[in-house]
């Protein structure tokens, strides 16, 4: 599966924004002390999150980054996309004239790891960042 660490940690931010949303404005340095992420990496996966409206940065001494919406309107699935990653099993392309192996068919296994794709991509169409921070505030009681 290709899911990269930009993916993840972009995943990781956001859960962390939604966990300290009531407390203001929240700053990278924080997101990336508490989630140990380096602070540069942040920078980068922030931008891309403020460029397709998921986070919103908030100027002056205690300004931060907020969620640009409730937690419980955001998908995991919109956060992974932000960040330009595609969850795929596969290394072919569906609409390539080629198969999985440069020849003219598919692989033997090609739609058994089609329909992973699918099944993944669903789970985190379904999965929102409110049940995340739900979860760890269940699990640190």
Not at 8 to 16: F, G, K, N, P
Not at 18 to 25: M, T
Not at 89 to 111: A, D, Q, V
Request: charged letters at 30%; one cysteine or more.
């Amino acid at each position: 599966m290709k899911l990269t660490t930009r993916g993840r940690y972009a995943v990781m931010a956001m859960a962390d924004l939604a966990l300290f949303k009531d407390k203001g404005p929240t700053s990278l340095t924080d997101i990336s002390l508490r989630q140990n992420i380096s602070l540069a990496y942040l920078e980068q996966i922030f931008i891309k999150l403020k460029n397709k409206n998921l986070v919103r940065s908030v100027r002056g001494a205690k300004g931060g980054y907020v969620l640009q919406n409730s937690p419980d309107e955001i998908k995991i699935s919109n956060i992974i996309s932000a960040v330009d990653e595609e969850i795929k099993m596969l290394n072919c392309k569906k609409e390539s004239k080629k198969g999985c192996n440069n020849k003219s068919t598919k692989c033997i296994t090609h739609n058994l790891w089609d329909q992973l794709d699918q099944h993944i991509n669903n789970f985190f169409e379904k999965v929102k960042l409110e049940d995340l921070v739900r979860k760890n505030q269940t699990l640190n009681k």
